[in-house]
Every structure is written in C-alpha cells, then in structure tokens.
C-alpha cells in the first residue's frame, strides 16, 4: 500500500525551505520518525511520518521551496490495520502489491468504518484539535507574534481522564502564561511535551481518546452511509496526484494521513539555511533562527561557538555559556561594534550572606526588551503638571451612579479618553518608524497599552478600539485587565497590537519619571500621583488638584517641539474635560 506524505497545515507562511532530509529510500520508518526538516523565517519544523513503512520516494531535495499540500514522499505501509492508514489502505486492498504478505489481509475488512470518525474536528477554543479515528490531538493554538514560548506546566499525566475544561498544559511567552485546555473529554494516551519545552503554533501537546460521551467528532452523513464511495473518491485523487479534498465533500478526508508537523523546541537549521540575516563569520555554522537571533543581540559570533546539539547544531545554551565563560574567564567581550561593555561583579559572598533570587520568566525578558529599547532608541523626557481639579469634580459628581452601575469610574478612564483625541491630533505619535528609519508607520487604529504591575512582574494589557469607547466602558475594562493581569490569565491577543503606552503610579507617589517607550511605538505617557497644591489665579493663591505627566519620546521619530505641542493638547483636554465631546 503505497501512501503519500505531504506537508501539512503551516499556518501564515505561503512557501517554506527544505533545509535537511533525514531518510532515504529503503528506509523503515515508524509513525514519529522524522523525513525532512523544513525551515520558515521564524522556526523549524520536523515533519514525521505519521505511519509505520518502509520509504519508497523522497519527492523533494535539500533547498526546494514547499507549500501545504506538497507530497514530501511515498511511503509502502507496512501495518494496513493501523489507524494513521486506514483510509487509503482499504481502497487499495484489491491493487496489493504481490510481495505483501497475506497476513494482514484479513484485518483490512475491519479498517473499512474509519473514514467515517475521518472529519477532523472543530478547532479548540483553547488549542487546535486533528482527529485520527476514535483518538484527537490537541496543538498549540494560534498565540500570534510571541515568540520563544515555553510550556511552564504539564498538568496531566497518560492515563488521566479528562473533561472539556481540564487544562493540559500551561505556556508562558515573555508576556503573559495562558493555560491549554482539553475541550473534550477522553482519556490521555501521550503526552508529548515537558516543562521547559519551546513550543510555538501547531505543536503537538497531547493525544486523546475520545470517549463514548464526546460529541466532537461527527462524520459526514455521505460518509458515513456510502463509506465505499468515499473511500474510492480518496484513492481516484490520490492517484492522479491531487490532494483527496478535491474529490470529497469533507475538507480533510484523511486527516489521518497527513502527518501534523511539530516546531521543534530547538531550532533545527542546516548551514545552507537561514541566508538572511546571518552575523559576519556565521556562513558556516549549524544553528536555527531563534539561536541566529540571541547571537545578534547578544554580539557573538556563531563561528566561534561550538554546538552541543544532534550533528553539531548550536542551540542557545551553547550561545549562553560562551557568553558566560568569556565573562568568568576575565576576557574582554569582543562583540560586534557599538556593543556595550559588561559590568563585571565582584563575588559579594566574601562581605556577607547573600540569597539568589532567579528573576521571574516575565520578568527577566521584560527586562530584556526595556533594555533593547534603552540601548536602541534616544529617548527625551517632557514633563509637565496639569490643572485637573474640574475633572476631579465631575468624577466625584458620579460616584452615585458608579455604584448603582457596580463599576468605578477611574481616572485612567479620562486619560485614556483624553490620550485617544490628541493621538489623533497628532498622527506621528500614534505611529512607529520603519525598519530603515526613513517613513513613518501611521496607524489608523487606537489600542492603549496600560503598564500592569504583578507578582510575575510588569505586563502591558491592550484596549482596543479606545477611541470608539467611552468612559464607563473604559473603566470597565481598565479594571478588567488589571485583574486579568495579576491573576496571569490573559491571553496572547491582550498583549499584542499596542500602538500607545501609559504607565500610572497612580497612588504610589512620585512627581515624574522617565517611562522606557514599548517598542516599536515612539511615545508613552507616564503618570505620577496627584496632588493638591496652591496655585496662583491671579489675585490669590487656591488649592488646585495637579497632575503630573511625563512623555518619554523616541527623538528620531518626533522632536521637541511636537512633543511639547502632543503634551500641551492633552493637558488642555484634562483640563477642561468639555473639549472630550468636542
């Protein structure tokens, strides 16, 4: 039975590179064993065989460019009453090769139903789902732009019975932890990732088996009444070379066929892959995208790093640790030009005690960014203090019906009603700079990121569509955020997006600071605490409520001037709140 293996779903990218072909023909493979890596410009992927068999062709060649639905190879199976080849196996039962053994044969019958459960099933609400047969894997789901996810929890174990809302695992990005749940009921036949694992998009977490009380899956009715019909219209497109959907009703007859490709935790990349973007002197080292990348920000030459992974690869580990041993090893960095010198740090143990406190995964990369930023962008800070004493009257004014609401009318709310009229006052603002510093990025659309402080460290939630909300729902959802936030329950799409920052010490105190934009916007507002102080009308002094806001800037991106112009337009509007309707 000779079976084809094509590329399955690869989300986003329309064509990927063939970096690496891990069998030949003649070759036995078993279901996880990898035929070909593949390499997009953000990860690489291992695409396994998905069935027991002997490899019969490999279609394609180190360097070929290859889409979703690209047959890869032919495998002969070697197992016709396996599940991952039931569809396709019993069509070909009359055409058996004549050296097959007759063994199988009487089992074939009995794989004749499984089209019927084929229909893959209904995306997971938290997690990608593939049905094969009577069992359901269950992928990452789409978690957008984040980038080095890594799964901090597993929280089942093969064996486990679970039920729609029981959680699988839990990923952290360097933004926020979102938890995986089953969405099915069944009982976990693998687990096939660890704590500490990279994962991103598609990666496969766990197999289910379904139970008799799991409704998830349902067959076609055409399916499930001419199975013969379908099983024919399968094996007519397999062999004019054409993917099975087009001669079936179901999108995905045989979903159990195509294999679903696993990013691998560490990168895989052969030295023909990965052209772009290469450090000087990486011509010839063996490391994916994800290692190219913490090389460049971290100044290290690939060439000078010896890889500990399989056939040599480099993996970040490897970058690590020759940072550190050239660090402990009292040499001199010799990074790329304009790297900054390493403070070295004396061994404080010889003062006194001392405690190591690892920082927190959202912690350390937040630190990483605000660093990146800092290094990368000159920022100018504008202060200035703003007359809100009217505005802390109407606020005042409607705390009755705040409370008849059960909501709380922030100050937030205001600044953040406030910050949306002038970002479209002043477009430059609301943009970021492009990748060669000479266009503005204008962005017709107003998400306010809001700096959340957490036990995990600092997050920056998005409201989208701020400017199309008004007050009572801004507060609601500022709140709603920040509750999200300290309970680590958002979710990648609250993170993403941002196209403006405020960050609020709110009661804490202070009279200004100098918030590190979020890259890549151009501009933050920082907010200190409020006070009352006396204020010169002319004739006398009077006690006015003052406000204390700080613009940091990117100065390549707007200069001092507009800035000022940005920061004096919004005082106006706080000040006189009447201007908000206008």
């Not at 065989?49 to 490899?55: E, K, P, Q, R, S």
């Not at 405690?355 to 995964?361: C, G, H, I």
Request: hydrophobic share 40%; with cysteine.
């Amino acid at each position: 039975m000779i079976q084809d293996i094509r590329i399955p779903d690869i989300g986003d990218a329309e064509a990927v590179e063939v970096v690496e072909i891990c069998v030949a023909p003649g070759d036995r493979v078993t279901v996880d064993d990898v035929l070909i890596v593949i390499e997009s410009d953000k990860a690489s992927m291992e695409i396994p065989a998905g069935t027991d068999g002997v490899v019969e062709e490999i279609a394609v060649t180190v360097g070929d460019e290859v889409r979703e639905g690209t047959v890869i190879a032919r495998l002969a199976s070697q197992t016709a009453g396996e599940p991952a080849a039931a569809g396709p196996a019993d069509d070909r039962a009359s055409t058996a090769e004549p050296e097959a053994s007759p063994a199988p044969v009487p089992a074939e019958p009995a794989a004749v139903p499984a089209p019927a459960p084929a229909a893959a099933a209904p995306e997971a609400a938290g997690g990608s789902a593939a049905a094969t047969g009577r069992t359901l894997e269950i992928h990452v789901p789409d978690i957008g732009e984040a980038q080095d996810v890594v799964v901090i929890e597993v929280a089942v174990a093969p064996g486990d019975l679970v039920t729609e809302t029981d959680v699988l695992v839990v990923v952290e990005s360097d933004k926020a932890s979102m938890e995986i749940p089953a969405n099915h009921r069944g009982l976990v036949q693998t687990v096939h990732v660890a704590e500490g694992d990279e994962v991103a998009e598609g990666t496969l977490l766990v197999k289910l088996e379904l139970t008799e009380t799991t409704g998830d899956l349902k067959a076609e009715p055409a399916a499930e009444a001419e199975p013969s019909a379908s099983i024919a219209a399968q094996h007519s497109a397999q062999a004019s070379g054409e993917p099975a959907s087009s001669a079936s009703p179901s999108p995905e007859p045989t979903p159990v066929a195509t294999p679903v490709a696993t990013p691998v935790a560490t990168p895989v990349a052969t030295p023909e892959a990965d052209t772009q973007e290469r450090p000087s002197g990486a011509a010839d080292v063996y490391a994916g995208p994800a290692v190219r990348r913490l090389a460049r920000e971290l100044g290290v030459q690939l060439a000078d790093v010896k890889g500990s992974g399989s056939r040599g690869r480099i993996v970040k580990d490897d970058v690590k640790s020759f940072v550190k041993r050239r660090l402990s090893g009292g040499e001199r960095a010799e990074a790329s030009a304009g790297a900054l010198p390493v403070i070295p740090l004396p061994d404080f143990s010889r003062f006194g005690e001392i405690e190591v406190l690892p920082l927190s995964r959202i912690r350390a990369r937040g630190a990483e960014n605000l660093h990146r930023s800092w290094v990368n962008l000159p920022h100018v800070t504008q202060h200035d203090e703003i007359d809100v004493t009217d505005l802390e009257a109407f606020r005042s004014s409607l705390k009755g019906e705040a409370e008849s609401r059960g909501a709380k009318l922030t100050p937030l709310a205001f600044i953040i009603k406030a910050c949306c009229q002038a970002l479209q006052a002043f477009p430059t603002v609301n943009a970021s700079l492009d990748t060669t510093q000479s266009a503005y990025i204008l962005k017709r659309y107003y998400h306010i990121g809001m700096a959340v402080d957490t036990e995990e460290g600092l997050v920056v939630p998005v409201i989208r569509d701020a400017d199309r909300k008004g007050l009572w729902e801004l507060s609601e959802e500022v709140i709603a955020l920040a509750e999200k936030a300290r309970a680590q329950k958002l979710g990648m799409n609250d993170l993403q997006g941002g196209t403006f920052s405020v960050s609020s010490l709110g009661a804490i105190g202070g009279t200004g600071f100098t918030p590190i934009i979020n890259a890549p916007e151009v501009a933050i507002l920082g907010v200190s605490a409020m006070r009352t102080k006396p204020y010169w009308n002319g004739s006398e002094f009077e006690p006015r409520q003052m406000l204390p806001l700080s613009l940091s800037y990117d100065h390549r991106a707007l200069n001092g001037a507009e800035a000022g112009r940005f920061v004096s337009y919004l005082g106006a509007l706080l000040q006189d709140i009447r201007r908000l309707a206008l």
